[in-house]
T-cell receptor
Framework: AQSVTQLDSHVSVSEGTPVLLRCNYS??????LFWYVQHPNKGLQLLLK??????LVKGINGFEAEFKKSETSFHLTKPSAHMSDAAEYFC??????????????FGKGTKLTVNP | DADVTQTPRNRITKTGKRIMLECSQT?????MYWYRQDPGLGLRLIYY???????NKGEISDGYSVSRQAQAKFSLSLESAIPNQTALYFC?????????????FGPGTRLTVL
């Protein structure tokens, strides 16, 4: 079965500095991968998704992620953090182990703090 | 704007009580899901439904039941609530098709079982 591991439970950066949130995946199939963001007291919003069309995926709010098959990684980056980026971020893989089930498997989340 | 709504948004109940959480959507999606979120554990799938006559157990279905009353409505029930069911519950929807279709999430229901 597919799984994802988010390597950091908390990341703290200063406003204006780069953001790196790390995610490794385990999959016996060609995976579909997603990053979702959850702002405090809000639902989840899709940031970006990888669907094998291109290894570098651009998302909303200046975020991007690069799919690296050799490293089984899908790290999320942003060149310059903004205070509004403070949130919890989830790396997600689509579990196709049952053929078309399309269930999502979530990582445990990384809480991003942005300091002024 | 098309949306996924959940009621109630917050609920406090006592051990042993029956409780129902409701989800409605105006997106016209066939597929609906219930997740629970616990701190440090991410989201875990409770039940999912691909259409009105198709209900499937997820990763953690014990202690829960669901009802798909219509394409737009998917309810989650706790027949006899227990304290370790205290969590944030999310409903989500998606279009059928390939696995790269995103899921759209409601705002969540915060449930506390005393």
């Amino acid at each position: 079965a597919q799984s994802v591991t988010q390597l950091d439970s908390h990341v703290s950066v200063s406003e204006g500095t780069p953001v790196l949130l790390r995610c490794n995946y385990s999959s016996s199939y060609s995976p579909s991968l997603f990053w979702y963001v959850q702002h405090p007291n809000k639902g989840l919003q899709l940031l970006l998704k990888y669907t094998s069309a291109a290894t570098l995926v651009k998302g909303i709010n200046g975020f991007e992620a690069e799919f690296k098959k050799s490293e089984t990684s899908f790290h999320l980056t942003k060149p310059s953090a903004h205070m509004s980026d403070a949130a919890e971020y989830f790396c997600v893989v689509s579990d196709d182990s049952q053929g078309g089930s399309e269930k999502l498997v979530f990582g445990k989340g990384t809480k991003l703090t942005v300091n002024p | 704007d098309a949306d996924v709504t959940q009621t109630p948004r917050n609920r406090i109940t006592k051990t042993g009580k029956r409780i129902m959480l409701e989800c409605s959507q105006t997106k016209g999606h066939d597929r609906m899901y219930w997740y629970r979120q616990d701190p440090g554990l991410g989201l875990r799938l409770i039940y999912y439904s691909f259409d009105v006559k198709d209900i499937n157990k997820g990763e953690i279905s014990d202690g829960y039941s669901v009802s798909r009353q219509a394409q737009a409505k998917f309810s989650l029930s706790l027949e006899s609530a227990i304290p370790n069911q205290t969590a944030l519950y999310f409903c989500a929807t998606s279009l059928p098709g390939s696995s790269y279709n995103e899921q759209f999430f409601g705002p969540g229901t915060r449930l506390t079982v005393l």
